[in-house]
């Protein structure tokens, strides 16, 4: 089977099950994280190229979209997620052999969700407004920073799980 098209069901399948656990978690301490979100960041690390991210980008905006609970967040899921793939594809780029996976995971996690948060409620504020006439920056603070901290555990976690996984099946096509 073609290299490119195993990275192409692996990357599949690593979106549905962000799809999946978007869906099905609860929130932790009143924040849910973005699991779509740490798959992105996962993608993005494991294949580094960038048609590569900007599908994935394209495609996490599209199903976060779908699935959002934020009124009218829609649109503002699809431009944040593809924002955010840019840009994080861009800030690793000149680490990309400095810098472990590992730390990469952490960083975009953490970072990526910080940046991902902003642009969303900045273009939720321009698009359809903030609930409940709340500032971003209140926004931003109670709910964007602790989903950073959760989603840079959480990333970590899934991806030291799938890194297990593709060692315990020899897929080394990343």
């Known amino acids: 089977m073609n290299s490119n098209l195993k990275k192409g069901i692996i990357n599949s399948l690593l979106l549905g099950i962000g799809l999946i656990l978007h869906q099905i978690s609860p929130p932790i301490l009143s924040v849910k994280p ?3 979100l740490a798959m992105m960041f ?3 690390v494991l294949n580094k190229d960038y048609k590569t991210t900007l599908i994935t980008g394209i495609t996490c905006g599209i199903l976060t ?3 959002t609970g934020f009124p009218g ?3 503002p899921n699809i431009i944040d997620k593809i924002i955010t793939a840019n840009l994080m594809y861009f800030m690793f780029l000149p680490l990309r052999n400095r810098m472990s996976n ?3 995971i952490i960083l975009s996690s953490s970072v990526g ?3 991902s948060g902003f642009i969303f409620l900045f273009s939720a504020s321009i698009l359809v407004g903030l609930p409940g006439s709340v500032s971003l920056s209140t926004l ?3 709910v964007v ?3 950073a901290l959760v989603n840079a555990i959480a990333g970590t976690v899934i991806f030291n799980a799938i890194q297990v996984s593709f060692k315990r099946s020899n897929i080394n096509i990343f």
């Open 113 to 115: 969700t910080l940046i």
């Open 73 to 75: 967040g829609q649109l």
């Open 65 to 67: 979209a779908l699935t």
């Open 102 to 104: 590992q730390l990469k």
């Open 34 to 36: 973005d699991f779509m």
């Open 145 to 147: 920073v602790p989903a």
């Open 42 to 44: 996962i993608i993005i």
């Open 140 to 142: 931003f603070i109670a």
